[in-house]
């Protein structure tokens, strides 16, 4: 089936975008030189694992927000609801956006029962983002330091084999908050 217009333009948008931020890999074959090639090839995998890792971080903050927000606001009402009440806004400006990410597990594991394979799965994952977002070379963190790769369970990340494991527990991660947050009402938003 033939794109729509619509379509194309944001096809257009998402190239223009992969070019800007240097991960347009298709194009590889237009650098002459090999060397370079190799490099470019390397900084493209390096930047689409970081927003990978970046991406699950971001998705295990805001479900875990979500969980608080249901156990301390009328659950029955949806956060568009709840966004245009002073109260709601303010909760979030001032004490959901002041917490780290472990904060918020802490505090999920007081209201709900959070398995220690999910538990694990959201604290790795805080490690490999402090270490990609913090870091040109994370593999030279401290956390690393034995192995000189930025792993995940024994699995360095910047691999298809790592980035397999993480991926397939960060699903199980996001169904599992995702049910804590959403219940059956999950079904109508994912």
């Known amino acids: 089936m033939p794109l729509t217009k619509a379509q194309k333009k944001k096809v257009e948008a998402i190239k223009q975008i992969t070019k800007l931020g240097g991960v347009d890999f298709w ?3 237009n650098e002459p030189d090999n060397d370079v090639r190799n490099v470019l090839l390397d900084i493209c995998k390096d930047r689409l694992v970081r927003v990978a890792i970046v ?3 971001v998705l295990f903050d805001e479900l875990l927000s979500d969980i608080i927000c249901q156990h301390f606001f009328d659950p029955s ?3 568009f609801e709840l966004w245009k009440t002073k109260r709601f806004r ?3 400006y001032y004490v959901l956006e002041e917490l780290s990410l472990l ?3 802490s505090l999920v594991k007081e209201i709900r029962t959070i398995p220690k394979s999910i538990e694990e799965t ?3 994952t805080n490690l490999l983002r402090n270490a990609v977002a913090h870091s ?3 593999m030279n963190k401290r956390d690393f330091k034995r192995t000189k790769k930025v792993s995940y369970k024994g699995k360095d990340v910047f691999t298809v084999e790592g980035m397999t494991i993480l991926d397939t527990d960060t699903d199980k991660a996001v ?3 995702a049910d804590l947050a959403f219940g059956k009402r999950r079904q109508k938003i994912y």
Request: hydrophobic share 40%.
């Open 27 to 29: 194009n590889i074959e």
């Open 55 to 57: 991406s699950h971080y």
């Open 90 to 92: 303010n909760f979030n």
């Open 103 to 105: 904060r918020k597990l």
């Open 77 to 79: 009402k949806s956060s």
């Open 175 to 177: 169904a599992h908050l």
């Open 122 to 124: 959201l604290r790795l």
């Open 136 to 138: 040109f070379f994370p």
